[in-house]
């Protein structure tokens, strides 16, 4: 009894759940030839594999989605003060340089110190880019301000450069943010596929392979019956041929014995085996 029909309902339905694990559900792929305990057995441990595995990764990007979001609303809190320092760092750097002081430092400035970078980071199997500031090269501009506000150029500088770092956390956490978001929406589809069109079908899979299961094993009783009714027959027939020819023989013996015929022998021999039902003991 192949399994190809029932089987055939779960064929090409691809599913890709969590910490790396990849299956391909092809069950006629792995399910061949006549129903047994190993092709139940197969299936069983699927079907454990895909919820498990399933809802592990759900947690796990779930509690990775939930401390990425405390980090940006921790971060946007204090952007903030951020900015108005920032703000109020180069107000005063104009005012103690005075207005100019943005083109000398814009004239001094050749490439950029300040830079960003990216990287992929790999969290439950989903890559979720991830951005970086770092520092190359030395700034040129220490002299600007000589005069007078060197101090509060440099406390601006500061204040900006804090930015910049604040905004690059931000703008990383953000897009982390969206990448997850995607991937656990479409895992939370799959996961739906698998409990609602899934499950069942491999459940109504399993219920065929126990209903066919049974019925082997009912047909193997039966015949096992059957066999050793055969075998009773036969040892029932040899027992009769070997009490026959006992009897035969014994006919023989006693015909040559007393000088009678076959005939007068078996009666003898049946007469004698008769109980007589006036001798008491």
């Known amino acids: 009894m192949k399994l190809s029909r029932n089987l055939q309902l779960c064929h090409n339905s691809q599913f890709q759940i969590g910490l790396k694990l990849q299956f391909d559900f092809r069950p006629n792929s792995f399910v061949l030839g006549t129903v047994g305990p190993h092709s139940l057995r197969l299936l069983l441990n699927l079907l454990a594999i895909y919820f498990f595995s399933g809802k592990i990764y759900f947690q796990v990007a779930w509690q990775n989605f939930r401390q990425i ?3 940006i609303v921790s971060t946007k809190e204090s ?3 951020v900015m108005k320092n920032s703000s109020f760092a180069l107000t ?7 207005e100019n002081i943005k083109h000398v430092v814009l ?3 050749q490439n950029a110190t300040l830079k960003v970078r990216s990287r992929q980071e790999n969290i439950a199997g989903v890559k979720l880019p991830k951005f970086e500031h770092f520092s ?7 002299l600007t301000g000589l005069a007078r506000g060197g101090q509060q150029v440099q406390a601006c500088k500061a204040a900006y450069v804090k930015s910049i770092e604040l905004l690059v956390e931000l703008a990383s956490l953000q897009t982390s943010f969206l990448t997850l978001d995607e991937a656990i929406k479409t895992t939370n589809r799959r996961v739906n596929a698998l409990e609602n069109v899934v499950k069942p079908r491999l459940e109504n899979t399993v219920t065929y392979i126990k209903g066919e299961l049974d019925e082997l094993e009912r047909e193997d009783f039966f015949r096992l019956k059957k066999i050793q009714g055969y075998k009773r027959r036969e040892v029932e027939k040899q ?10 023989k014994a006919a023989e013996d006693l015909s040559l014995k007393k000088g009678i015929t076959l005939g007068s022998a078996h009666n003898l021999l049946s007469h004698a085996s008769q109980k007589d039902e006036d001798i008491i003991f």
């Open 69 to 71: 979001l405390k980090k």
């Open 79 to 81: 952007m903030g003060d």
């Open 92 to 98: 005063e750097a104009k005012y103690s340089a005075g």
């Open 107 to 109: 004239e001094n400035v």
């Open 136 to 142: 190359e090269g030395e700034t040129k501009n220490n």
């Open 239 to 248: 027992m009769a041929s070997a009490r026959l020819y006992a009897e035969e």
